[in-house]
């Protein structure tokens, strides 16, 4: 079975500044690996994925995820933060050829001007 | 084309009412999920559907939670005798469900559905 943890329920950090969403997951397979983000009054939406290939993911706004596999680790980056990042962000992990996707608790980014 | 709706929205009732909660996926997806997003929590899973296959109801929490799907389109969630704990947000997601699509494990959400329990 796989499980996701993410560490920090809530991350506040002022706008500019980087900051890190950190993501450890456990299975006994190899996975695949996904951060979704919902912003406030807002359906999860996916902001990137790991299928497979190059360890270093990005998204189009900016944010980028490297998947360790030595750490079991899928941490979430952004190098200058905006207001509009304020959101809550999900790791989740599911397996190649399963269907099952197991989610995270979930990390309240809050930005602060 | 269009994304996974839901419906309602928001719906408030009363404790021991039934409600049903109902999701349109995007077209062409063979999988389908429901999942409980509790005020300030994670998702919880609750079932999903796979084409034709016996759906994976693992996720449910008690007899009073039921879900069916016809074919690969709507999907409904039916909760009996709510209770105050049935109170959450809802979601539905689909995906393409087919090994050999790249992505068929990104799933789709909809908006969800706000459940109030008084």
């Known amino acids: 079975a796989q499980s996701v943890t993410q560490l920090d329920s809530q991350v506040p950090v002022f706008e500019e500044a980087p900051v890190e969403l950190r993501c450890n997951y456990s299975?006994?397979?190899?996975?695949?690996l996904f951060w979704y983000v919902q912003y406030p009054n807002q359906g999860l939406q996916l902001l990137l994925k790991?299928?497979?290939?190059?360890?270093l993911v990005e998204s189009i706004n900016g944010f980028e995820a490297e998947f360790n596999k030595s750490q079991t680790s899928f941490h979430l980056r952004k190098p200058s933060v905006h207001i509009s990042d304020t959101a809550e962000y999900f790791c989740?992990?599911?397996?190649?050829?399963?269907?099952?996707?197991?989610f995270g608790a979930g990390t309240r980014l809050f930005v602060k001007a | 084309g269009a994304g996974v709706s839901q419906s309602p929205s928001n719906k408030v009732t009363e404790k021991g009412k039934d409600v049903e909660l109902r999701c349109d996926p995007i077209?062409?997806?063979?999988?389908l999920y429901w999942y409980r997003q509790r005020l300030g929590q994670g998702l919880e899973f609750l079932i999903y559907?796979?084409?034709?296959?016996?759906?994976?109801k693992s996720g449910l929490p008690s007899d009073r939670f039921s879900a069916e799907r016809t074919g690969e389109s709507v999907s409904t969630l039916t909760i009996q005798r709510t209770q105050q704990e049935d109170s959450a947000v809802y979601l539905c997601?689909?995906?393409?469900?087919?090994?050999?699509?790249?992505?068929?494990?990104?799933?789709?959400f909809g908006p969800g559905t706000r459940l109030t329990v008084l």
């Open positions: 299975s006994s397979v190899s996975v695949y």
């Open positions: 077209s062409g997806h063979t999988a």
């Open positions: 559907f796979q084409g034709n296959s016996a759906p994976d």
């Open positions: 997601a689909s995906s393409h469900g087919t090994s050999g699509a790249p992505s068929y494990n990104e799933q789709f």
């Open positions: 790991y299928l497979s290939g190059s360890t």
């Open positions: 989740a992990v599911s397996v190649p050829g399963g269907f099952k996707t197991i």
